[in-house]
């Protein structure tokens, strides 16, 4: 099973947004215009969003369709890298003389938001075997 996977990926997705976020608000505050920030800040937020969300899917884990919650999880996991990564990337690019690559990050952020939703969705799906495993408890480590 990936619930373990999942919950050490998800500790340290959390651990890294709040690195970009201290690194956006204490340094990139001074160098990014108010846009970039905002653009920064916005993918620092959906990352955490889909912390806590792979986080519930990894204990969830424990009692849903292991395929449903697997899909899931890996869904939460690329549409953050995809949506959140390529909002730090916007706001960064023009910084760092890379502006030619503007093209590619824009379908970027919403095919990562489609990802995520996707992930939402194979969750919902998985709900409906919540009654199937009740009171089966497996081991984290499985």
Do not use: C
């Amino acid at each position: 099973m990936v619930t373990r996977k999942f919950l050490l990926i998800a500790t340290l997705l959390g651990m890294f947004a709040v690195v970009l976020g201290a690194f956006g608000a204490h340094i990139l505050k001074k160098l990014l215009s108010e846009h970039e920030i905002m653009i920064f800040e916005t993918g620092v937020r959906y990352q955490f969003y889909h912390t806590f969300a792979l986080l519930m899917t990894a204990i969830l884990g424990r009692y849903l369709s292991e395929r449903w919650v697997s899909i899931a999880g890996w869904l939460f996991i690329m549409g953050t890298a995809l949506f959140s990564g390529s909002l730090y990337l916007i706001a960064l690019v023009p910084h760092v003389g890379l502006e030619a690559s503007m093209g590619i990050l824009g379908p970027m952020t919403p095919l990562g938001g489609v990802l995520l939703m996707g992930g939402w969705l194979a969750l919902f799906r998985a709900a409906f075997d919540y009654k199937k495993n009740k009171g089966n408890r497996k081991s984290l480590t499985e």
